[in-house]
């Protein structure tokens, strides 16, 4: 039995949707973000950093959401959601994988908690630096998407398509004239792979659980 630490609506989901798929017996536990539990001695035990998601496992508790995908998708389901390891995609995952985690989701943290990187006098300037830093990563992933399609299936869920999926959800989340606001239908290729994430019935579950809307991905509510 697993046990997910999240709320709805953050970096846990594509973890949740994940267990959803592979059907593994898990428990959701919401975490009390407003009471506090992130900074409490309990919760730093199992993330030091006080963050979300944490994931217990047989092996102990993981954390980091890539790596959880990843551990997950190696050992319970090896190359169904990626290349599994020693196959021929396997470098070109992994590229594309941590290129998404060390270049795409900076800048969306920093457009929706621009305040706490920059600070109030200038929180408001960073915003549309970010979000132009974000375009051009989903440049080149929408590139890297066109090149390598079996990497960015359009027919199946995939983890690529779940972790960039998430981001892109809050990207698409933003109002009419936020400079944050990006949608994922201006990218078709990627819009494609996100399509067959949110389509699948554990995704419906999670969506439904969450109440994250039927496109999750590729037309989030706003």
Same mark, same amino acid.
């Given at each position: 039995?697993?046990?997910?630490?999240h709320?709805?609506?953050?970096?846990?989901?594509?973890?949740?949707?994940?267990?959803?798929?592979?059907?593994?017996?898990?428990?959701?536990?919401?975490?009390?973000?407003?009471g506090?539990?992130?900074a409490?001695?309990?919760?730093?035990?199992l993330?030091?950093?006080?963050?979300?998601?944490?994931l217990?496992?047989?092996?102990?508790?993981?954390?980091?959401?890539a790596?959880?995908?990843?551990?997950?998708?190696?050992?319970h389901?090896?190359?169904?959601?990626?290349?599994?390891?020693?196959?021929?995609?396997?470098?070109?995952?992994?590229?594309?994988?941590?290129?998404?985690?060390?270049?795409?989701?900076?800048?969306?943290?920093?457009?929706?908690?621009?305040?706490?990187?920059?600070?109030?006098?200038?929180?408001?300037?960073l915003?549309?630096?970010?979000?132009?830093?974000?375009?051009?990563? *989903?440049? !080149?992933? #929408?590139?890297? &998407?066109? +090149? $390598?399609?079996?990497?960015?299936?359009? %027919?199946?869920?995939s983890? @690529?398509?779940?972790?960039?999926?998430?981001?892109?959800?809050?990207?698409?989340?933003?109002p009419?004239?936020?400079?944050?606001?990006?949608?994922?239908?201006?990218?078709?290729?990627?819009?494609?792979? *996100?399509? !067959?994430? #949110?389509t699948? &019935?554990? +995704? $419906?579950?999670?969506?439904?659980?969450e %109440?994250?809307?039927?496109? @999750?991905?590729?037309?989030?509510?706003?």
């Open positions: 039995m697993f046990v997910l630490h709320t709805p609506d953050t970096a846990a989901t594509p973890v949740r949707i994940l267990l959803e798929e592979l059907a593994l017996p898990y428990t959701a536990r919401r975490v009390d973000r407003e506090g539990e992130l409490s001695p309990g919760y730093r035990v993330h030091p950093l006080g963050k979300i998601p944490v217990e496992t047989p092996e102990g508790p993981l954390v980091e959401t790596a959880i995908l990843l551990w997950l998708a190696d050992t389901a090896p190359g169904r959601f990626a290349p599994a390891p020693g196959t021929g995609d396997r470098g070109a995952f992994l590229k594309w994988l941590f290129f998404a985690t060390s270049n795409l989701h900076p800048p969306v943290m920093e457009i929706y908690y621009s305040d706490r990187v920059a600070g109030p006098a200038a929180s408001e300037a915003v549309p630096l970010a979000a132009a830093r974000a375009k051009t990563v *989903l440049d !080149a992933l #929408e590139t890297g &998407a066109k +090149a $390598a399609p079996a990497l960015f299936p359009a %027919d199946r869920p983890l @690529l398509g779940l972790y960039i999926g998430t981001l892109m959800r809050w990207l698409g989340q933003l009419d004239g936020h400079p944050g606001l990006i949608r994922a239908a201006d990218y078709p290729v990627l819009h494609a792979t *996100l399509a !067959a994430c #949110e699948t &019935a554990a +995704a $419906a579950r999670v969506a439904a659980a %109440d994250l809307g039927p496109t @999750l991905f590729t037309r989030p509510a706003r």
